[in-house]
């Protein structure tokens, strides 16, 4: 060959996905090459767009050929780096926005089969059309793709019932770093034919082979639903009220949703319309749902009997159960505006760590006191979905100060929490993963055989360390 | 070494076990090595019966050093050969019984930590005295080992609900084959911090490594149950009614059994004390069962219009909801004891074959069709899991017929079936695994891609091909 390879690749590229296809411009590649919290700004050699599962293989092939990394990215709203290349511009970006059809609905079977383009909310919107409920909900839903979801396993507010992403897929198709397609879009709930190798994929990070389309596993659309805000006197209180409702609920508890009162004085302060919606303040909040089938009369009746246990048993304090539609937005309004009103009460510090359910409590407690000692004046905004342990301990600077010295602190006090994560048999990354941003940790918190083992497989996926390098682990050395 | 390898390596293995924990005479030996259905019968060097974790781990690294193969056995109730060693008596048998202490129950957080030698029966129990509920359940519940459970992703009655052994775990411990210790017994239910090892350990059936102990998932225990035989007019019905069951009850749908008029025939001619519990025969039949929070009345009403609404619309024919624990009981008993009716009537082929649900119609009729033509005058006893898609579609020979030439058929007929579940989207082995009987129907329905794949993850876990030889994959050539 005579060209210099990059330009050998982007023409084999261009013929592949075609001239609009194949972004080669700084102008337009813009938008794909920095992430959602504008920690990393990269460049690339091309983004290339395919718009079927052959393109994407011909892409892998070619860059394989070459030995050209490849990051694959989704809606690119991840939090770690994940889906965006490094900056010495050698990496090819695929973005798989337009390969973006729903493939098959199978009401019968509660299953359906989607691309990795399909923004999430659309196929919550395709599932709801027929009947049935894909239940993976957060707050990026109306630009994240599914497949990068399934990608990096995500959470969000419904896991106590339905699981995290990984739980809700039957069947994958891939494009693994050679360029070869496993087709593995089985829509199967039993299945014992070998390794579970799509489990690999999910939260792999795009590291072992790219998601091309999936089977999702849907559930019934609950035709009921209660909602209450519940005061409690500790996060203590909290555990043990989530563990009465799961038993008596017979496990139809859909969300559960720790607050502390500094969270809801945020949202007061910063949120237009908002308002507490109990007659006096409390430290401590749960937000709980309830969904299932017959009507919401029932179970909002059953909710009522729980909490009047709760109250003389001393797990809570007051309470309201929504009446209205409306009053059960504003329920939800105020924990899903924390993060805004954190984010307009100045430099925020944000902390995604998970323990068992049961360490909640202490967690809390000793994470307080330790930035009391590192950071004093420092707000702790700690609430989360404390339903599956997983807890947003967030810090905001104090009230009118600098933001620059209390930033600078940020790695230190980071490490301490999550040191007392891991102390409580904890994970440093609950729901975000690994990246580009947390590999220190992951080196650090899964070191020794664990980091070998994912090393190896990385390896046997992966020799050449092509597919988005500089994520989660490098393959062993050859 | 002057002494040959074995007796060096019997040596080094009575130091760690003790010679209690070490059996070398055949008359101790023999129970461990003949499989559950008796289609093997192995030889082994040893039959070492390890206490603890760093016995099992120091096992496996003399066996490493000394390239001697390594087969770990729980209950030894699997179905496919998977637990016993080969004929030829050069391997290590580690049998996991005396590893069998509960280590720890964590009410609060819903899990408990278990060791690998521990009788699912007695997991089962010591969950119920939490106040919780493990919910696998199988037949051999009284004898298999809980290792042996997750190392083969062990289904059951409670699937639909609940998930495989694989959906109830959260964190392993784990002997590696070269002998180090993977510590993974994390007790989160978030946490995205590389791949899901424990998902490839889960359903590896002991080739990638042994399960040492286990961090297992549980669930409320339902206050209420009700429970319902229904006649339906075909298979179709049966999954229709099963879709609007889901919906209706909010998912709390436990157990939808489907089984064929002849399957209750073979009940009432050999089994005692079983009758009819409806006044006239029909062709189709589903047990059905709810389970969840309140009392047991509420649940059997919403049970109750739920089959008034099938029988209106055609979906039903008849039905009993048991109005008491006896009648439940009889009821599971027309269920459970189909396999020991079946054996009663004589010689036997199975096949435990799993498609989507909405398939699973299609699936019985050709079958059924394929059966008719290929063995004329044999006996199909269609019954199982229909709520995930797994039909146990087995054949008994014509009465008082030659057993000899219709077991001869069986390879073919099996050959047959198979590929029409391949054909449909199924699968070849829905809860049995691979072991050593199913390994060339692996490579003929996941050849390829995934076969590669397969024995890619085997050589990055286990490149001397030592643990569990000749089961489900070699690794790749070196």
Redo the contacts between chains.
Sequence with gaps: MSAPLPSALLERLRAIVGPRGCLEVEADQAPYLRDERDLYRGRAVAVVRPRTTAEVAAIVTACAEARVGIVPQGGNTGYVGGSVPGEDGTEVLVSLSRLNRIRDI??????MTVEAGCVLAEVQRAAREA?RLFPLSLAAEGSCQIGGNLS??A?GTA??RY??A??LVLGLEVV?PDG?????L????????????K??L???EGT?GIITAAVLAL??????VATALVAVPDPRAA??LL?TL???????VTTFEYLQRRCLELVFAHIEGSADPLPRPYGHYVLAEL????EDGALAA?LEEVLAEAFEAGLALDGVVAASREQRARLWGLRETVPEAQKRAGACLKHDI??????VPELIERATGLVEAALPGARVVAFG?VG???VHFNLSQAHGSDPEPFLARGPDVARQIHDLAAEL??????????GRL?RP??ER??GG??HD??R??????DPLGIMNPGK??DPPRR
Tied chains: 1, 2.
């Design positions: 199978d009401a019968l079977n509660y299953t009947g990096t396993n959470g896991v106590l699981g995290n990984r739980d693994l070869s397609v496993w087709d593995g089985r829509r199967l709930r039993k299945d014992n034919t070998g390794y579970d190798l489990q690999l999910l939260g792999a072992l559930h019934p659309l609950p035709s009921a555990t043990r563990a799961r038993s008596a609920s017979g496990d139809q969904s299932g089938g017959g059953l998970s323990v068992p359910v049961s360490r979905h599956d342990g997983n048999g904890g994970s440093f990354s609950a729901e975000h993963g690994v947390k940790e992951l918190y899964r055989v664990e083992l994912l190896a497989v990385k390896g046997a996926f989660v682990v």
